[in-house]
């Protein structure tokens, strides 16, 4: 028998409120996969026992989706079909043994069938698995849940030549010629685990190997594993393991745990990575990467990338979240580890505003639309919905305000108390924050807010200095917006880091009630609506330097003048906010701009901002990465996170004048700084990659200021390029320049890497978010190249993705984009539902728009959800936008 999704009932949300305990425990498992591409048997027997936490009367239910069920066995004793129930995707059990039983089951899946990549499924020839969160199911009869945690011994069967590498979790104990052509691997895991961790792989693939001495002289064997042909791209990402190791060790005393560690490179993935234990199975793009097919942001975020999942062994493995509500205890706490990872491996400084930029063009946009939920949420109707930007991101600013609040001192000792109360464990957040007061003797009772309230607080500031009293008042109040199901907040507790900009750089700062200063950088807690703050000794007019190092994901209401930011622009102390000083000068010229084209009033450029610009401009050998962040500007989600109705075709108006006009007046210093910044070799190092990105920068400037002088420039740099970095930047220039310039460019690029993949979804991407009126039409021509897959998520992502992200034409005026994506998502919800609700979350802020745009949008909406059969993923996306 089989189970299937019942259609035409809705799905009932799953409450955090309601969590119950496991009726069963699971101590060991022992799985045997009999491997093949169009049918995989699986024999699992399960070591069950009551636990005493649970209701002593309980059935033994198990979770399963597209299972052939051939056998279901008590001790041993097959049963007979009126002995247990398949209902849906449940097996029940009413009649087990009282206390400790053992349950086999053996069944049977399609992997080839398989295209919601969930659970077993084939790519590019091989057969892997995806099981996070609730991919397991799909695999075999099992208590689907993070709080069932086993110890796993699997072993896997399949014919040899088609499948001569065979791998799972922990430690390899067994390999086996079986004489018929086939042959078997056993893998044994010591470490308990849930099962949205488990993995296998089987195919024939290329290894990359390198090892690492643990701190207690333990050698680990690294093997990295993809496609044959691509060996020569795995070496990036073994150094990467290989640093993110030494340094868990150093910074948080963490060390590995098996004899081995395995990564694989797969083509076809929903996400990003997987931490399962011991076998992290990679999407390619975040494995494989040489100079000439990578650039430097692909080097850095495969560093990243395999830094975070190497992190969570301890972070997310060895303790694990209780369900699925707690997902930021692993996902927020562990992207913090890989910040703080990325910082100190490149610039600390450049990280924070990366870190911040996406935050504010993401998940401040989640906070304020129909998905804004707490970090931890407390509903949710499909959890793969929830692998959100709040959820990691958000969840990451939370674990660093703790930091901030306590200390890296006591931070460090509350994660040494964390793991020596819950190694081998699934907890909650509670558990978390409760380890941290108790490290630290600090209550954060009312910090725990910030895991029950969505929504992004506002900060206003305002000061008054008495220069008789030699004082400065700061005042703070907090304000959150109402969110759904939460019209009401309370205040959070806010760490503010400020310091006080003086005529000749920081002041001391020593705060009412203290008998000295105490350095130039203070943190102050936030935890009233209202609350005042007086600085001493203040002799002169100072200005308030604000959320230093963004000390807390909020949004700053300050009186600053235009003058005020040129000023902290040039002179503070602290590298995230001259940069942020830079941003907000340049978001209050761009909707002046805005302003302007509404009213139909031609636009100019605004000389004191160009002033500023050039100034940083001509500052720039200081630290090139630094200009090039600073001279960057907003994009369109930010922008229009500061309009009431967002206006289209006024950002993209006002943007496109203001580069050009930019590039236009500083065309002069631009092309000198490309020819003093011009490299005789490549280097993949935190100075050579400021310097390239400065470099490329100017080169994008000018294609937008003086088009005609740039397009034999661009063209030239097109074709001597000797890495992607350059290469890619040059294509972009090109299109930015025009079809007619972009056209022979692009036909060459798709004929030089038309059999690298990942190269090819760069040029598919950079396509779909052109900005020529056809781009819509060119996107759908692309649609049918072979280039396309629709089956792969990756290609998905860079042109359906691509053209989503292109607001002038996504945003058509005639609704003709929102169709497009309709279509698509219609397409993708009955093949993978997890891909089809990510990009029909496009959709979601049409409330934001002009009317006309809103009903194109909601009327796409509607016509989503009228789908019979709509799969719960997309159907959460869409009752909640149009709610």
Known sequence: MSSAPVSGTAPAAIRRCDYTPPAFLVDQVELGFDLGEARTEVRAVLHLRRNPAAGADLPLVLNGQSLETLRVALDGRDLTADEYRVEGERLTLDNVPADAFMLETTVANDPAANSALEGLYVSGGMLCTQCEAEGFRRITWYPDRPDVMARFRVRLTADR??????????????????????????????????????????????????????????????????????????????????????????????????????????????????????????????????????????????????????????????????????????????VFRDQEFSADMNSRGLQRLGDVRNLRAAQFIEDNGPMAHPIRPESYVEINNFYTSTVYQKGAEVIRMIHTLIGADAFRKGMDLYFARHDGHAVTCEDFVAAMEDASDDDLSQFRRWYSQAGTPRVTARWDHDQTARRLTLSLSQDTRPTPGQPEKQPFHIPVAVGLVGADGDLPLRLEGENAAQGTTRVLNLTLPEQDFVFEDVAEAALPSLLRGFSAPVILDAPYSRADLARLMADDSDAFNRWDAGQELAIRVILDLVADHAAGRPLALDE??????????????????????????????????????????????????????????????LLRLREVLAESG??????????????????????????????????????????????????????????????????????????????????????????????????????????????????????????????????????????????????????????????????????????????????????????????????????????
């Not at 076809?268 to 992290?280: D, R, Y």
């Open 608 to 669: 004191d901002f160009a002033v500023a610009w050039g100034k940083v401009l001509a500052d720039y050998a200081a630290d090139p990465a630094f200009a090039a962040e600073a001279l960057s500007l907003p994009g369109f989600s930010v922008l229009g996170e500061r309009m009431e109705t967002i206006d289209v075709d006024g950002i993209c108006a006002a943007t496109k004048f203001l580069a050009a006009s930019l590039g236009k007046r500083f065309a002069a210093p």
């Open 161 to 334: 030549a088609r499948y001569p590498v065979l791998l799972s979790n922990g430690n390899l104990i067994e390999e086996t010629d079986l004489g018929d052509g086939r042959h078997s691997a056993v893998w044994d895991d010591p470490f308990p685990k849930p099962c949205y961790l488990f993995a296998l792989v089987a195919g024939d693939l290329g290894l990359v190997e390198g090892d690492f001495v643990t701190r207690s002289g333990r050698r680990v064997a690294l093997k990295f594993w993809v496609e044959h042909g691509n060996q020569d791209q795995a070496g990036h990402a073994l150094a990467s393991l290989q640093k993110a190791m030494a340094w868990d060790e150093q910074v948080f005393g963490l060390e590995y745990d098996l004899d081995i560690y395995n990564v694989v490179a797969v083509s076809h993935f929903n996400m990003g990575a997987m931490e399962n234990k011991s076998l992290n199975v990679f999407n390619s793009k975040f494995v494989l990467a040489k100079r000439e097919t990578a650039t430097d942001f692909d080097f850095l975020g495969i560093e990243s990338v395999i830094a975070h999942e190497y992190f969570h062994n301890w972070t997310g493995n060895r303790v694990t979240c209780r369900d699925w509500f707690q997902l930021t205890l692993k996902e927020g706490l562990t």
């Open 682 to 883: 490549y280097a993949l190092t935190p100075e050579a990659i400021g310097r390239r990105r400065l470099r490329n920068g100017a080169l994008t400037f000018l294609a937008h200021g003086q088009p005609a002088d740039t397009r034999v420039l661009a063209a030239e740099q097109f074709r001597t390029a000797t890495n992607m970095t350059d290469q890619l930047t040059a294509l972009s220039a090109l299109v930015v320049i025009g079809a007619d310039a972009a056209g022979p460019a692009l036909a060459a690029f798709y004929e030089q890497w038309k059999d690298e993949r990942l190269v090819v979804n760069k040029w598919l991407g950079i396509q779909a978010m052109a900005d020529w009126p056809d781009v819509l039409d060119r996107v759908k021509v692309l649609m049918e190249h072979p280039a396309f897959d629709g089956r792969e998520p990756n290609k998905i992502y860079a042109l359906i993705g691509g053209f989503a992200a292109n607001p002038q034409w996504f945003h058509a005026a005639d609704g003709a984009g929102y169709a497009f994506m309709a279509d698509r998502v219609l397409a993708l919800d009955s093949t993978n539902p997890q891909v089809a609700s990510r990009m029909a979350r496009s959709l979601m802020r049409w409330k934001r728009f002009d009317p006309a745009r809103q009903s194109h949008m909601r009327g796409q909406l509607e016509r989503i959800g009228a789908k019979p059969g709509l799969s719960s993923d997309v159907a959460e996306i869409v009752a909640k936008a149009l709610a």
